[in-house]
């Protein structure tokens, strides 16, 4: 290969990196982080998403490089030459995704096992989906319930599912994790949020005509505004 052509390559595949960068980095297409697991998940989304832009530029550098060099002619029906491999290049091309593939595992299960562990002293609450509203109780407050789900601010957090109808799903995107409920199955989600706000809790399994509105929201509040509501009596 002449080092003309190395050096066209290398300027298309950065290029291809520059544009596919800015498609990932100029609009806003995560929200809020509002949890310290969502973080660590907002790591894995861009470790991937690196990877893949990596992958991409090389990908669309050969590609439009041979689209521009080795066109035919409008009139050449010709067959190309047969190609009998290449094992070099096939260790190579193995190699490296299999590396790629596994740094993606570690760094998951890494953040999967530190998203799951609660710690000693969580703060419980029950979460009960039904068609199609969701309700709340604090079992550490006197079975406290409410139709919001209240929660301090860096705090721990273990939401208990119970399903009293069908499957149900549990999604606030701010905290990013989701999950299913299931009658009759009581998951677990773990959940420390970090920043003060509202934010909305949404159904993310289709459970029937009122699916589409079956909302709620999480206040997460300052410590001390959470134990006074929770305190308090009533709702
Ligand atoms: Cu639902």
Redesign the pocket.
């Known amino acids: 290969m002449r080092r003309g052509s190395i050096v066209q390559l290398i300027v298309i595949g950065v290029l291809a990196g520059a544009v596919a960068s800015a498609v990932a980095l100029i609009p806003n297409w995560l929200p809020t982080s509002a949890s310290r697991e969502a973080g660590r998940i907002d790591f894995v989304f861009w470790f991937v998403t690196w990877i893949c832009i990596f992958v991409f530029s090389i990908v669309a550098a050969v590609t439009i490089y041979s689209v521009w060099k080795f066109r035919s002619k409008p009139d050449d029906d010709s067959d190309g030459p047969p190609i009998h491999g290449h094992t070099g290049l096939e260790i190579v091309w193995t190699a490296i995704p299999t590396l790629l593939v596994t740094a993606i595992a570690i760094v998951s299960a890494i953040v999967l096992a530190k998203n799951d562990a609660a710690g000693a002293n969580p703060l419980r609450v029950n979460v009960y989906?039904q068609?199609?509203f969701w309700s709340y109780d604090y079992p550490g407050y006197g079975n406290k319930t409410s139709s919001i789900l209240r929660l301090p601010v860096d705090r721990s957090v273990v939401l208990t599912m119970h399903a009293k109808d069908?499957?149900?799903?549990f999604w606030v995107p701010e905290f990013r994790q989701k999950q299913d409920?299931v009658p009759g199955l009581h998951p677990t989600l773990h959940i420390t949020p970090n920043k003060v706000g509202t934010y909305p809790v949404i159904?993310t399994?289709?459970?029937?005509l009122?699916?589409a509105l079956?909302r709620s929201r999480v206040i997460v509040m300052k410590p001390n505004a959470f134990e006074q509501w929770a305190t308090k009596k009533g709702k």
């Open positions: 989906a068609q199609f069908v499957l149900h799903s409920l159904c399994e289709l459970c029937g009122g699916h079956m």
